[in-house]
C-alpha cells in the first residue's frame, strides 16, 4: 500500500491480516474473494483497525475487520471525503465505522455485528459529516444501530437494525436527512429516535418490537410518512415537545399508544391507521393548534381518538370504530374543533368530561355504539351542532351537569333517548329533530330534561317517539315553537315537580297531546303580533291537534281572524287561554324554465320565471351559494363547459320556496389568442432576445424574426446581427384557428470598435454581478444553448435546473433578494473559445460557456447573493487527456482578466464527475484541468534565417487566415511556382523534442 500511487487498485488475497493500517492516499483497496475469507485482525486494540485520514475518495471493499476495543472502529474515517466502505463485514468492534467531518461518503452492504461484548458500542457513527448515503447495512447487538450526530444530508436507506440495547437509529441536533425503508426491530429503547433535529424525512420504514418505535423529542418540522410501526411497549410514534411535524399514512398497531402527542403544537396527522392499540391517536399536555385529519383509529381497547389537557386542535373527517371505550374523548380539553367524523360501535361515541368546555363539536355521524353517542359529563359551555346520532343502544345525546351548552341542528334518531339533559341549565335546544327514539316502547322519548332548569327548547322537531318532550323535575324552561306528533304515549310529558315552564307556540298533533302531572305550568303568553307556528298573524298559545283531524285547534272557530281561537282550552289539569288555530296563507310556489337545458359553450340560456305568489327572486346560476341575479327573467352566459345546477329561490311576506335545474354545457371550438413577451425591445448589435409565449389555447407556434428567420419552438432566442428595426410576427395555432401577434426589435450599433473588448453587449457582461439580458456571443460559435425558467422570490433560493442536459452546465443557483417573479437563464455552450476573451494563460481547456441571468443587469449584488454553478465533467475526457482530477477548476472572465475559482466534487455516475463552484457572478466561463504526465515536452521551432517569426501565436495576433486556399472564389498567387515553393519553405520548419 505505501509503495502504491493514488488512484491504484490494491487487491488483497484471502487470507488473515493482523495490522493497523493507516491509509494516506486515495486508493481503492478491495479483497480479491468474500469478505468472510479475507481479514484484517487489529494488532492494537487500543487504535482503529483501518484509519484514513485527509484523504480524498479511498475504497475499503470486502473485508472482515474485527478487533478494535471500546470506542476505537474498525473503520475510522477522518476529514475524508468521497469515500466508499462496502460489503465489508465489521465484527466485535467498539465502533464499527465512524465518519467524522467527512462529508459525500458511502457506506453500503456492510454487515457490523457482535458475540463479545453484546450491547454495546455502535454499529455505524456519522458525526459532523454531510451527505453520507448509508443503504442496504445490517446492524446488530449493538447498544447502538446508526448514530448520526450534528450531520445534514444524510441518506439512511435500506438498512437493518436488530436486537440493540438501546437505540436502532439516533439522529441528534440533525437537519435534512432522509430515513426510508429501513428495517428496525427488537430494539431496547427507541426504534428511531430524533433530538433537536429538523426538516428530516422518515418514510416507509418497518419498526417493530420496541419500547418506542419512532420517537420526536425537540425536533420540529420532520415528516414521517408511510411508515409501519407495531408491537411498541410504549410508543408506536410519539412527538415530545416537537411542532410543525407532518405525520402521513402510517399503520400503527398493537401498543399502549398509537400516535401520541405531548407539549407539541401546529402538527398535522392525517391518514394514519392506529389499530389494536390500547389508545389509537392522544394529544395531551398542552398540545395545541394540532390538525388530526383522515385518520381511522378502529378495534383499539381504549379510546379511539383521545384529546387530554389540550386546547385549540382539530379533529377533522375521521374515523373512530369499534373501540371498547371511546371513539372520540375530550377530558379536560377546551377550544377544540371537532367536525365531520365518523364514529360508530365503540362503548361511547363522542365523549367530553372533565370541565372540558368551548370545543364545537358538529357534523359528525355518530351511530350504533353500544352506550350514549354523544355524551357531555360535567362539560359545560360547548356547541353541539349538525351531528348525526342514530341506533345508539342508550342515548343520542346526553348531558350531565354541562350547563350553558348549545344543542342546534342535531338529528337523533331510534336512540333510547334521543337527547337527554340532566342537571343542566342555561342550555339552548334548537332546531333539532328527534325521531324513532323507541328502543323502550313505554319511556323513550325524543327530548328529556330531568333536574335541569331554566333551559330553552325552541323550533325542534320530535317525531313518532313514545314521548316527545318530558320534563322530569325540571323548573323555569322555555319550551316554545316545537312540532312534537305522532307520539305513541304523550306528545309531552310533565312530572308533578315540573313547575313553572312556560309552553306556547309549540305544533301538538298527537293522540295523547299531554300527561300533565301539575298545574303550575305557563302555558301560552299574551298575544303578541308575529307569525304563529301555524302561520297566523299572532302567538298566543298552543296549537292542538291530533292524527283523526279532532282536535281543538283544528274544530275550533276564529271568528275575527286573528289566529287565536275564540274559545280557552282546558286539558290535562292544564289551561291554555290563547290557543292558536291554523291560517291558510298564499305561500310562494318556485318554478322556472329555460330556453335551452345543454349545448356548446358559449352557451346563452334565457330563464323565465312560472313561479306562484312570489315577490321576490333570486338566481343562483351554478349552485356556488352566491346570488348572480334578482331579475325575474334573467340571461345568463356559460363560458366553460361543466354540468351547472341553477337555484331559483322566490319569496312572498308568507315565506320562501326553492326550485333546482340542470344546466349541461359542452366543450365548443376553443379558439387560439397569440401573445408573447421578449426579455429586452431594443440594445446594441449583436443583440440576443429571448421570446416568452403566453398565448392562450395553442398548440402549435411560428416565429418570423423579420431578418429572415423563423423557429416553431414555444420560447425561442434569437441574434440579430445587423442594425434595424424588425417586425416580430408569433402565429399560433390549434386544431380550430389561427391567430397572430406582432412587436418590433431595434438594434443599434454596436458602442465598442474592438470585438475583442470584454464591454461587448452591454456593462453587466463584464461587470462582477453581470450575466443578464441579450448574450453578446457571435451565435456561429454556440455550439448548443439551453434556457430554464424559475419563479424567483425575495428570501428565497433560486435555482435553475438544465434537465435536457444539453450542456455540461447541470444548475445555476443562487439567493434570491428581490422579487420579481418568472426569470430565464440561458446557458451557452461554445465550439471555440469566445472572440471576446483573452486566453487562459494554463491548464486544458474542457469547455468553454456563457451564463446569462434575466434582463441585463439583474444578477447583481442588490439583487442576489451566493451565486454558484453545477457543472459536470466527462470522465472519457479525463481519461483520454490523463487528467488529474483535483486539479479540474472553473475558470470566470471578468474585467479582460481569467479569475480561477475553487471547486468542490459533488459527485459521479458511470458518465461524469459533478462539481459546484461559488461564483462571484455570471458571465464567460472555461473549466480545465492539469495534465497527470510523469514528463513534459519542451517544443523549440526553429525558423529560417532572416524570416519573422510566423508562429501560430503571431498569426492569432495578426488575425492572418491559415486556410485561405479552401475558399474556391479566392484569387491564387500571381508568382509562378509560388505553391512550390512555398511548401518547400514549409519543410525548412524543424522541430527538436527534448524530454525533461
Known amino acids: 500500500m505505501y509503495n502504491a500511487s493514488p488512484g491504484d487498485t490494491i487487491i488483497v488475497g484471502p487470507g488473515t491480516y493482523t495490522e493497523n493500517l493507516n491509509i494516506n492516499k486515495s486508493l481503492i483497496i478491495r479483497s480479491s474473494g468474500s469478505s468472510a475469507d479475507t481479514i484484517i485482525v487489529a494488532n492494537n486494540t487500543n487504535a482503529h483497525v483501518i484509519t484514513i485520514q485527509d484523504q480524498n475518495s479511498v475504497t475499503m471493499k470486502g473485508f472482515n475487520i474485527t478487533g478494535a476495543g471500546t470506542n476505537y472502529s474498525g473503520i475510522y474515517v477522518l476529514r475524508s471525503p468521497n469515500c466508499v466502505i462496502e460489503d465489508n463485514i465489521l465484527h466485535n468492534d467498539g465502533l464499527g465505522v465512524y465518519l467524522k467531518t467527512s462529508n459525500n461518503n458511502i457506506i453500503r452492504n456492510n454487515t457490523a455485528s457482535k458475540n463479545l461484548l453484546i450491547g454495546t458500542g455502535t454499529g455505524f457513527n456519522i458525526e459532523q459529516s454531510n451527505y453520507t448515503t448509508v443503504s442496504n447495512n445490517t446492524v446488530s447487538n449493538h447498544g447502538y444501530g446508526i448514530y448520526v450526530r450534528g450531520s445534514q444530508g444524510e441518506i439512511l436507506s435500506g438498512n437493518t437494525i436488530s436486537q440493540n440495547a438501546i437505540d436502532s437509529i439516533v439522529v441528534e441536533n440533525s437537519i435534512s436527512n432522509i430515513l426510508e425503508n429501513n428495517t428496525v426491530k427488537s430494539n431496547a429503547r427507541y426504534g428511531v429516535y430524533l433530538s433537536g433535529s429538523g426538516n428530516n424525512s422518515l418514510r416507509y420504514n418497518l419498526v417493530s418490537n420496541g419500547t418506542n418505535g419512532i420517537y420526536l423529542v425537540g425536533s420540529p418540522e420532520n415528516t414521517i410518512s408511510g411508515n409501519t410501526v407495531d408491537f411498541g411497549s410504549s410508543h408506536d410514534i410519539m412527538l415530545d415537545n416537537s411542532s410543525d411535524n407532518s405525520v402521513t399514512n402510517n399503520t400503527i398497531s398493537s401498543s399502549e399508544y398509537g400516535i401520541a402527542v405531548r407539549y407539541s403544537n401546529n402538527n398535522i396527522l392525517t391518514g394514519n391507521n392506529a389499530y389494536n392499540n390500547t389508545q389509537g391517536l392522544y394529544i395531551t399536555l398542552t398540545s395545541s393548534n394540532n390538525t388530526l385529519s383522515g385518520n381511522t383509529a378502529n378495534s383499539n381497547s381504549g379510546t379511539g381518538i383521545s384529546l387530554y389537557r389540550v386546547s385549540d386542535n382539530i379533529l377533522e373527517s375521521n374515523e373512530a370504530n369499534s373501540n371498547a371505550n371511546q371513539g372520540i374523548l375530550l377530558d379536560n380539553s377546551s377550544n377544540n ?297 334573467p340571461v345568463n352566459v356559460y363560458t366553460v363547459p361543466g354540468n351547472y345546477t341553477v337555484n331559483l329561490t322566490v319569496n312572498n311576506e308568507n315565506g320562501t320556496n326553492s326550485k333546482f335545474g340542470n344546466i349541461t354545457v359542452s366543450a365548443g371550438s376553443v379558439l387560439p389568442v397569440a401573445n408573447f413577451t421578449t426579455n429586452i425591445t431594443s440594445g446594441n448589435t449583436p443583440l440576443t432576445v429571448l421570446f416568452t409565449d403566453t398565448s392562450q389555447n395553442a398548440t402549435g407556434w411560428n416565429w418570423n424574426f423579420g431578418d429572415g428567420a423563423t423557429s416553431t419552438e414555444q420560447n425561442p432566442t434569437h441574434t440579430y446581427f445587423a442594425t434595424g428595426t424588425y417586425t416580430v410576427n408569433l402565429t399560433v395555432s390549434n386544431g380550430n384557428s389561427f391567430a397572430s401577434k406582432i412587436a418590433t426589435i431595434t438594434v443599434l450599433e454596436s458602442n465598442s470598435d474592438d470585438d475583442n473588448d470584454d464591454s461587448s453587449g452591454g456593462s453587466s457582461h463584464s461587470s462582477g454581478g453581470g450575466g443578464g439580458g441579450g448574450s453578446p456571443e457571435p451565435a456561429r460559435n454556440v455550439e448548443v444553448k439551453e434556457l430554464s425558467q424559475v419563479v424567483i422570490t425575495n428570501g428565497k433560493a433560486a435555482q435553475f435546473d438544465f434537465t435536457k442536459n444539453a450542456t455540461c452546465v447541470v444548475y445555476v443557483g443562487f439567493d434570491a433578494k428581490k422579487t420579481v417573479g418568472k426569470t430565464t437563464t440561458i446557458v451557452e455552450q461554445l465550439k471555440n473559445k469566445s472572440t471576446l476573451v483573452s486566453n487562459l494563460s494554463e491548464g486544458e481547456v474542457y469547455r468553454y460557456f456563457n451564463v446569462w441571468v434575466g434582463n441585463s443587469g439583474f444578477a447583481s449584488s442588490e439583487n442576489i447573493e451566493n451565486p454558484n454553478i453545477c457543472f459536470k465533467v466527462e470522465k472519457s475526457w479525463i481519461k483520454d487527456k490523463n487528467i488529474d482530477k483535483d486539479s479540474i477548476t472553473l475558470n470566470r472572465y471578468s474585467n479582460k482578466t481569467w479569475e480561477q475559482l475553487p471547486v468542490s466534487l459533488s459527485g459521479e455516475d458511470d458518465k461524469y464527475l459533478y462539481f459546484k463552484s461559488s461564483v462571484p457572478g455570471y458571465s464567460f466561463f472555461a473549466i480545465t484541468g492539469k495534465s497527470n504526465a510523469s514528463s513534459e515536452e519542451t517544443v523549440t521551432e526553429i525558423q529560417p534565417e532572416g524570416k519573422p517569426d510566423n508562429s501560430e501565436e503571431n498569426i492569432e495576433d495578426t488575425g492572418s487566415e491559415v486556410d485561405h486556399e479552401s475558399d474556391g472564389d479566392e484569387e491564387s498567387t500571381g508568382m509562378p511556382g509560388f505553391d512550390m515553393v512555398y511548401g518547400i519553405a514549409g519543410l525548412l520548419a524543424v522541430f527538436l523534442y527534448k524530454r525533461k
Not at 360 to 380: C, D, K, Q
Not at 561 to 586: E, F, K, M, R
Not at 598 to 615: R, W
Request: glycine share 8%; hydrophobic share 30%; net charge negative.
Open 337 to 633: 374543533e371537532v367536525f365531520n367524523n365518523s364514529i360508530s360501535q365503540n362503548s361511547r361515541g363522542i365523549y367530553l368530561s372533565s370541565s372540558s368546555s368551548g370545543n364545537e363539536v358538529s357534523g359528525n355521524i355518530v351511530n350504533s355504539n353500544t352506550g350514549r353517542g354523544i355524551e357531555l359529563y360535567f362539560a359545560g359551555s360547548n356547541n353541539l351542532t349538525s351531528n348525526v346520532v342514530s341506533s345508539n343502544s342508550n342515548y343520542g345525546i346526553y348531558l350531565t351537569n354541562s350547563s350553558n351548552s348549545f344543542l342546534i341542528s342535531n338529528t337523533a334518531s331510534s336512540n333510547s333517548k334521543g337527547i337527554y339533559v340532566v342537571n343542566s341549565s342555561e342550555c339552548m335546544i334548537s332546531n333539532n329533530t328527534v325521531s324513532n327514539n323507541r328502543v323502550d316502547l313505554n319511556n323513550s322519548n325524543g327530548i328529556m330534561l330531568s333536574n335541569s332548569s331554566n333551559n330553552t327548547l325552541y323550533m325542534n322537531k320530535a317525531v313518532n317517539n313514545p314521548y316527545g318532550i318530558s320534563l322530569d323535575s325540571s323548573q323555569n324552561n322555555n319550551i316554545s315553537s316545537n312540532n312534537v306528533t305522532l307520539s305513541t304515549k304523550h306528545g309531552l310529558f310533565l312530572c308533578a315537580r315540573s313547575t313553572n315552564n312556560l309552553i306556547f307556540n309549540n305544533y301538538l298533533n298527537n293522540t295523547f297531546n299531554t300527561n300533565n302531572n301539575n298545574t303550575q305550568g305557563i302555558w301560552n303568553i299574551t298575544i303578541t303580533p308575529g307569525r304563529s307556528i301555524v302561520n297566523g298573524p299572532n302567538t298566543g298559545g298552543n296549537y292542538w291537534a291530533n292524527p283523526l283531524g279532532t282536535g281543538f285547534s283544528q274544530t275550533a272557530t276564529d271568528a275575527d281572524g286573528d289566529g287565536i281561537a275564540d274559545s280557552v282550552y282546558n286539558g290535562d289539569n292544564l289551561v291554555d287561554y290563547h290557543p292558536l288555530v291554523a291560517v291558510n296563507l298564499a305561500l310562494p310556489v318556485a318554478n322556472f324554465s329555460s330556453n335551452v337545458t345543454s349545448g356548446l359553450a358559449p352557451l346563452s340560456v334565457q330563464f323565465t320565471d312560472s313561479s306562484q305568489n312570489a315577490t321576490g327572486w333570486k338566481w343562483d346560476f351554478d349552485n356556488n351559494g352566491v346570488v348572480d341575479s334578482i331579475i325575474q327573467n
